[in-house]
């Protein structure tokens, strides 16, 4: 019997995972919630992009419809990196449903431990251990490329020095105009200082996979250090999300290293670019427009490049569909786990066999 899932949030990612959730027979398609008006009314199919007959499920900008559709289980990939309170008060009205929740945000939900305070994390594991409900957040970075893959691999090793994970790419395809402005202060001046970059911020966004790597290593971090350098565009050029005018910022590296015995044991590690030309000295991917990295040094040593391709689109595509993959392919083993705030550490490698496209 199909599994009965509502959808909330239609962006980059979350279209892709609607898109799955339409075709895949392991579901059933039950709500669909939105946040733009223009959207509400509007089939389900449509709004994946699905070039087939309508679903008959149509949007609503109503959560409690959605609840009253008596889910199994929601995919909630809502935007979060801008609104991490209003994600997390609607994944607790989920939980507090009996709905087990699946999805991309908040981020603080992947690892909450030591990332949320301890009221928050608190306030979610009350509302899904009474209510027998579970949720698992993830994505891809922070994500899979940078807890499911260095921990297999890091389960081969004799000891360990470092773990470094990175991403490397060429973000000008990426047409998210909030992330790319807003949060990482593209096209902005040099001198205005971006949400990402606020002191404590790359911490947070990141330090979930910094400790969830730590306890699935067996060690624990001291502390975590931010550090970034950014670049200017040398003229004027224009990406998929907007304008990026000459002298302002048009590449950006940034790390986010986890201390351990007073030595940076975990390393998360972003060369993000709008063209090739800027920050030469920077690492490079391994195929044109971007990869992600994994490099363990210890016994054995490590360099592991993950190339994601698409038959629909670039570098950046393919790694939102990845994203929306590991949401959607986790549902039954979420829904046939216990309650609870589920990790990476928690699921199995596989979380689903998936289908055979026809």
Known sequence: MPIRVAHVGTGNVGRLALRQLIDDPRFDLVGLAVSSPEKVGKDAAELAGLD????????TDDLDAIIAAEP???????????????????????????IDVVGSAPGTLQFPWGAMPSKAIAKVESAAESNRSSIFITGVDPGFANDLIPLAFAGTCQHIEQVRCMEIADYATYDGATVMFDVMGFGKPMDETPMLFLPGVLGLAWGTTIRQLAAGLGVEVDEIVERYEDLPAPDDFDIASGHIAAGTRAAVRFEIIGMVAGKPFIVIEHVTRLRDDVGDDWARPAQPGGCYRVEIVGEPSYRVDICPTSQHGDHNHAAIVAAAGRIVNAIPNVLDGPPGIRTTLDLPLVTAAGTVAS
């Open 72 to 98: 199994d289980c929601a995919v909630y990939c809502a935007m979060g990196d801008t609104r991490p309170v209003e994600s997390l008060d609607d994944c607790v009205r989920l939980l507090s449903a009996g």
């Open 52 to 59: 087939h007959a309508p679903t008959g499920v149509v949007a």
